[in-house]
């Protein structure tokens, strides 16, 4: 299992470097640079400016010292807010992208999972289809439009709850509900197909066989492998919801680090961009080790190699 | 002698691919046409898809262009049923448009993926050994990028035109439909038809693109089907964060982008472009799912 882990850990090293290497050409080959909006500064201070940031050596050069760089996990200082260091910048996010991200994702297993679990015992009944309906309405609204009609409902004509900002624990139910509606719906779907193929396997009637009641035979014996397509989608959910935090950010003015991002890249802050896109890129491959080893851990016939 | 046979087993070699996929196309037809549900939603993508592609030459049907600053933000109304803009322009004008390059942007995005993928996969699984570890490594590895953040940093450094916009999403489409093509490929090769195939002396290629690539068409079908609204999305995800479609164009993204910014005054601006972009999705989810059903029922694994 350690041996695992480490491999899969060295292995990350090629990835990231060639994410670095990707994000490092494609920002320094783009047209236009990043004093670009202030046309009139004089050479001397552009030069300076140049200088500051290494732009003046050539790209050999920079290449080298970015990935020295980078490996520390230190980008400089942003371009477009010189006084603070991309690092700064992106840890005063994280917690708040985090918190996010982490109840989206709680609640959609929360309430997924159940739900898929109902429509599973009751196979082709009402309350399955009636499920999965909802589950297909759910997986088809894009979190940028439930954001702003949750608002309008919920904020604008009930005045339930706070319509923007990330203050008060009221304040979080839209941002976390409109993240999390789809991965929910996606969950539920994923988590019926998993258990209906588990409840017709031969162990699930030997369970039914001793007299089980039906609650443990689903929840003790049947729950843990009918999980496993759910297990294997936390991956892929945790990079769609990372995603969708970028958009749920800026709708919602929550300043967390996703809006940093698009932000960062219009203002052609390279320092931002690239420190973003790094991080994002380790906390994925991270996120998608751990889902690996609780996968083996709820499957045993799986094993990591 | 043996020139005479050639032509013949030929043309039997040929009678077997074209017999077999007609039963299963028929067979098909009879499960999708039960459901009610996919046909529901294939008509209504259909009108759609016509209104949209016909919004030039309907009648009565405004100029999205066309500014009338009397006009400005008007609610639904007889003359314009979904209202007006702040700067008066009528907005079933511009719905209609903008599901024009929506719509553009999905079959076009779900033919690049269609394309790259098909022979990727069908070249990877049919090479096999080396060639194919190799192939699907890379898959891998592209897998684990976070995609997301190149294409945006791709739209904002590049150029952000439709057709880097096509590039762009049809790029990050493609690699499932390679795992799955690749997956069929490798549990055809085996078979005789293949093996007749290849005793008949075809080529490697034309044995993948003439006798694998149209028996893989089913699981094809269903997932392109299925990837139409995940480039519609993602076009407007990124057409939402400014970065997709420009103005003066519209997409379903961009309206409703513009319509969540004023939110507060004129709801109508945000509610119609939102439900047009979420019934479009639900209907080609709905549709995948049937077909899905249909032409292959054993593989309803996530319900």
Do not use: C
């Amino acid at each position: 299992m350690s041996t695992y882990v480490l491999r899969r850990l060295a292995m990350m090293i090629p990835t990231l470097w060639a994410i670095a290497t990707l994000t490092f050409f494609m920002v320094r080959l783009a047209p236009g640079g990043p004093f670009m909006a202030e046309k009139d500064i004089p050479p001397a201070v552009k030069e300076q400016l140049m200088r500051r940031y290494g732009l003046d050596r050539p790209l050999g050069e920079q290449y080298v010292t970015f990935l020295k760089n980078a490996a520390r996990f230190d980008f400089g200082p942003s371009y477009r807010f010189p006084a603070r260091s991309v690092r700064e910048i992106i840890l005063e996010g994280l917690p708040v992208s985090a918190e996010l991200g982490g109840w989206a994702l709680l609640f959609a297993l929360l309430v997924g999972v159940p739900l898929g679990v109902l429509a599973a015992s009751r196979h082709n009944s009402a309350t399955d289809h009636a499920a999965m309906t909802l589950a297909l309405a759910g997986v088809s609204i894009p979190n940028f439009v439930l954001g702003p009609l949750l608002v309008l409902v919920f904020s604008l004509t009930l005045f339930l709850v706070p319509p923007a900002l990330w203050q008060t624990p009221s304040s979080r139910i839209l941002p976390v509900l409109t993240l999390a509606t789809s991965y929910v719906a996606y969950i539920a779907r994923l988590t019926r197909g998993g258990m209906l193929e588990v409840l017709g396997q031969d162990f699930v009637r030997t369970a039914r066989a001793k007299g089980l009641p039906e609650s443990s035979v689903i929840g003790k014996h049947a729950l843990r492998l009918g999980v496993l397509p759910v297990v294997s989608y936390l991956g892929p959910a945790a990079a769609g919801i990372i995603m969708g935090s970028i958009a749920v950010e800026s709708i919602f003015g929550i300043p967390g680090t996703g809006r940093f991002l698009v932000n960062a890249a219009f203002n052609r802050d390279y320092t931002l961009v690239m420190g973003v896109v790094l991080f994002y890129a380790v906390l994925l491959m991270v996120f998608n080790l751990v889902v690996d080893v609780v996968y083996s851990w709820l499957d045993p016939r799986v094993e990591l190699s | 002698m043996s020139a005479a046979l050639q032509p013949l087993r030929v043309t039997e070699a040929a009678d077997f691919v074209a017999t077999v996929p007609t039963g299963l196309w028929r067979d098909a037809w009879k499960r999708l046409r039960r459901n009610r549900a996919a046909i529901a939603a294939a008509m209504f993508l259909g009108v759609l898809s016509l209104a949209a592609l016909l919004a030039p030459w309907l009648p009565g049907l405004a100029d999205p262009a066309l500014q009338d600053l009397k006009l400005s933000a008007t609610p639904p109304s007889a003359a314009h049923w979904f209202g007006t803009d702040e700067l008066g322009r009528d907005l079933l004008s511009r719905v209609l448009w903008g599901g024009r390059v929506s719509l553009l942007v999905g079959f076009i995005g779900t033919l690049v993926s269609l394309v790259i993928g098909v022979s990727y996969g069908a070249i990877s699984g049919y090479a096999g050994g080396r060639t194919d570890d190799v192939m699907m490594r890379v898959v891998d590895v592209l897998y684990s990028l976070p995609y997301i953040f190149l294409v945006i940093l791709l739209l904002v450094f590049f150029s952000k035109s439709l057709v880097m916009l096509f590039v762009a999403l049809g790029l990050v489409q493609w690699l499932t439909m390679a795992r799955i093509v690749r997956g069929q490929v490798l549990s055809l090769k085996s078979q005789t038809f293949v093996e007749a195939a290849r005793a008949l002396g075809l080529s490697g290629s034309a044995i993948v693109f003439r006798h694998i690539v149209p028996n893989t068409l089913g699981p094809v079908i269903v997932y392109a089907t299925l990837t139409v609204p995940a480039v519609i999305l993602q076009e407007a995800f990124l057409s939402f964060l400014g970065l997709g479609v420009q103005p003066p164009a519209a997409s379903w993204g961009t309206l409703v982008s513009d319509g969540a910014k004023v939110l507060a005054l004129f709801p109508w601006l945000v509610i119609f472009p939102a439900a047009a972009l979420s019934l479009t999705l639900l209907a080609f989810n709905f549709l995948g799912d049937g077909l899905r059903d249909a032409l292959d029922p054993r593989q309803r694994r996530d319900g």
